[in-house]
């Protein structure tokens, strides 16, 4: 198979190129003709555009799926593969630490439909194990985790889904398929917000769903009628955003190593959280199972240094929530993804009031490094 830079390229596109545009112009119409009765009818909610097709093609030669779906954000992705695989009634089991939106769902809104879930450490199989009932029929998990960067132990988990005949679905906004590819070790289902990595320019608002045939045709049915498809035009950016996905994310995963690597050996840091580092708990399975450790990377600063004195000096790093963009983001999750979790949660997961959570954008990676650590020494006390 070809690599998949070649394949974000050329995977999808028609042939032959209509009306000889070398880039898929976009299809901006609500309704296409009927030109015979018998033809079923192509509207812009069943995500059947000429966009539509050649984004799909095109994500799943990426997954290494045989179909995929666009959604109109990440959470159109996940709450509509999750109607799709579970029933009322169902069970589900996930590791603790999701997504902020994705335990909110499962909190929240999955219990109207009598769906329950158990929540489990995610590296401790019995736990998992213990956790399965009569009900159960899917796992839920993410590859990287926000915002401490834990890699998760995929193989177990999808033995963990054959043995028990469980639904495996994962989320894997953070890995991005540049840096892994989650249907090759077995799972069913891989969703993304698009929204991160795959647009990648933080100007737009999609998901994905990828994965086998049969599951995906149930997608596509649940799609269509909660209706949370991609305009067009959001196609359109998603589609040239795609076939720049390897260089911007292995920069990425370089410009954030680097940072890394600065930040371990700096005075005004406790703690870095970086999967390429050998003081990360999981790096010999990040080594295994990731082509690249990422873009994002997060760090405790000391007591001792001034985290708003730090954030008033930096001059590149956008204060923003979200990730995966050309920019690089700075936030503290204390203040965003982890606002509304109450202090002891947060405590228990090990999300600190000074942590700080960096996405990488694409500077240059000497004037990244240079300005944070800039920022860094400018916190500390003159006499530190
Ligand atoms: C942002 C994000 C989501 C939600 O995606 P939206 O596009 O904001 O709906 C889900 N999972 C992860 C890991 C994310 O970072």
């Not at 954000?73 to 593969?81: E, Q, V």
């Not at 292995?250 to 954030?256: C, D, F, H």
């Not at 199972?289 to 405790?300: E, Y």
């Not at 001792?304 to 050309?326: I, K, N, Q």
Request: charge should be negative.
């Amino acid at each position: 198979m070809a690599s998949l830079d070649t394949r974000s390229v050329h995977a999808g596109e028609p042939h032959p190129r209509i009306e000889g545009a070398v880039t898929l112009p976009v299809f901006q119409t609500a309704t296409y003709t009927h030109e015979t009765p018998e033809q079923p009818p192509r509207y812009i909610r069943y995500s059947d555009s000429p966009n539509h097709d050649a984004l799909h093609n095109k994500l799943a030669a990426l997954a290494g799926t045989d179909d995929a779906l666009v959604t109109a954000s990440g959470m159109a992705a996940i709450s509509t593969a999750l109607l799709s695989v579970l029933d009322a009634g169902d069970h589900l089991v996930a590791p603790r630490g999701l997504y902020g939106g994705t335990l909110a769902l499962f909190d929240t809104w999955l219990p109207r439909f009598d769906i329950k879930h158990t929540l489990v450490d995610a590296d401790d199989r019995g736990a998992w194990e213990a956790a399965l009932q009569p009900n159960t029929a899917a796992l839920y998990a993410e590859s990287i985790t926000n915002p401490l960067l834990a890699v998760r132990d995929l193989e177990m988990m999808t033995d963990l889904a054959d043995t028990h005949g469980l639904v495996s679905l994962i989320d894997n906004t953070f890995a991005s398929p540049v840096n892994l590819r989650p249907a090759a070790l077995g799972f069913d289902v891989v969703l993304h917000s698009a929204t991160k990595y795959l647009g990648g320019h933080s100007d737009l608002a999609a998901g994905a769903i990828a994965g086998p045939t049969a599951l995906m045709e149930d997608v596509r049915a649940t799609a269509k009628l909660l209706g949370g498809m991609l305009d067009p035009h959001a196609c359109f950016l998603l589609h040239r955003s795609l076939k720049t996905l390897g260089v911007r994310v292995r920069q990425q995963n370089e410009t954030a190593h680097a940072v890394a690597d600065a930040l371990s050996a700096h005075r005004a840091i406790d703690r870095v959280r970086y999967p390429g580092l050998a003081s990360h708990p999981h790096h010999e399975r990040a080594q295994a199972l990731l082509d690249g450790f990422g873009g994002m990377v997060s760090f405790d600063v000391v007591p001792a240094a001034d985290l708003d004195t730090f954030f008033e000096a930096l001059r590149l790093p956008v204060r923003a929530s979200s990730l995966g963009g050309v920019e690089t983001l700075i936030t503290q999750p204390v203040h965003t993804s982890h606002r509304g979790v109450a202090p002891e949660v947060r405590a228990a997961l090990g999300i600190t009031d000074r942590l700080v959570r960096l996405s990488v954008g694409l500077e240059g990676t000497d004037d990244v490094v240079e300005d944070v650590t800039t920022a860094l020494n400018a916190s500390l006390p003159p006499d530190a």
